[in-house]
C-alpha cells in the first residue's frame, strides 16, 4: 500500500548514520556499530546525539501523520487512527532495516516514541520524558527503551485506541523488543553497555 511505502522509506531515512556522516564518521565502525542516539551519544558526545534523537523521533511522527492525510484523503480506505499507526510501525521498520543503508538500522525506540507524540500527544509526551528519565537515572538507555515499548499499548488504549489500531501498536512493540534481545541478554549478565560508554 501507498501510504506504508511511504512511510517505510521514511523511516529509512537514518539520523544516526547521516549526523555522524557531517561530522566525518561513520557509525558503524565506531563504539557497538548502532546507528542510535545512544551510541552516537558514547562516540560523538550529546550535541550529535539530541539531533539524532529529534531526527528519529520527527520521522515516527511524520509517519503517523502520513497515515491520517491518507485516510482522511480516501474514504473507505481505512480509518485514520488504524491507518496512522500502521504507518508508524512502516517508519519504525523502515528505521529497523533501512532501504538507504543496506538494512543496517537502529533499535527503532526513537521513531516509536515520535509516533506517540502524534498519535496520543499526551501519553507520547509522558513516554517520551519518562524514557529519558530512566535513562539519566539508570544511565542504561535499553532499560527506558524496553519500558517504554511495555507501555506503549497500555497507553494508547488509555488514549482511545482500539480493535487493529492497537494490533499494530503491538506489532510496533514487538518489533523494538525483538531489535533489543542482544540487550536483555546483557541486561540478564550484567554486561550491557551505559550510555557513559
Given at each position: 500500500m501507498i501510504p506504508l511505502t511511504i512511510a517505510y522509506l521514511v523511516g529509512s531515512v537514518d539520523f544516526g548514520v547521516i549526523v555522524p556522516r557531517i561530522?566525518?564518521?561513520d557509525i558503524y565502525t565506531v563504539g557497538s556499530g548502532n546507528p542510535g542516539t545512544s551510541n552516537v551519544l558514547r562516540s560523538l558526545g550529546k550535541g550529535p546525539a539530541a539531533?539524532?534523537?529529534?531526527g528519529d523521533g520527527a520521522k515516527g511522527t511524520l509517519a503517523a501523520a502520513i497515515g491520517t492525510v491518507w485516510a482522511g484523503a480516501i474514504s473507505g480506505f481505512m480509518s485514520a487512527e488504524t491507518l496512522a499507526?500502521?504507518?508508524a510501525f512502516a517508519a519504525v521498520a523502515g528505521h529497523i532495516a533501512p532501504i538507504w543503508y543496506?538494512?543496517?538500522?537502529?533499535?527503532?525506540?526513537?521513531?516509536?516514541?515520535?509516533?506517540?507524540?502524534?498519535?496520543?500527544?499526551?501519553?507520547?509526551?509522558?513516554?517520551?520524558?519518562?524514557?529519558?528519565?530512566?535513562?539519566?537515572?539508570?544511565?542504561?538507555a535499553s532499560v527506558a527503551s524496553l519500558g517504554a515499548m511495555a507501555l506503549y499499548v497500555p497507553g494508547l488504549a488509555?488514549?482511545?485506541?482500539?480493535?487493529?489500531?492497537l494490533v499494530w501498536a503491538a506489532a510496533i512493540?514487538?518489533?523494538?523488543i525483538v531489535r533489543h534481545i542482544p540487550n536483555i541478554r546483557r541486561l540478564a549478565t550484567g554486561s550491557e553497555r551505559t550510555v557513559a560508554g
Open positions: 561530522l566525518g564518521v539531533l539524532v534523537l529529534l499507526v500502521a504507518c543496506r538494512f543496517r538500522g537502529g533499535k527503532g525506540v526513537a521513531t516509536a516514541i515520535g509516533a506517540a507524540v502524534y498519535l496520543a500527544p499526551i501519553f507520547g509526551l509522558i513516554l517520551a520524558v519518562l524514557w529519558l528519565i530512566v535513562t539519566l537515572v539508570f544511565k542504561v488509555v488514549s482511545g485506541y482500539r480493535g487493529w489500531a512493540a514487538a518489533l523494538v
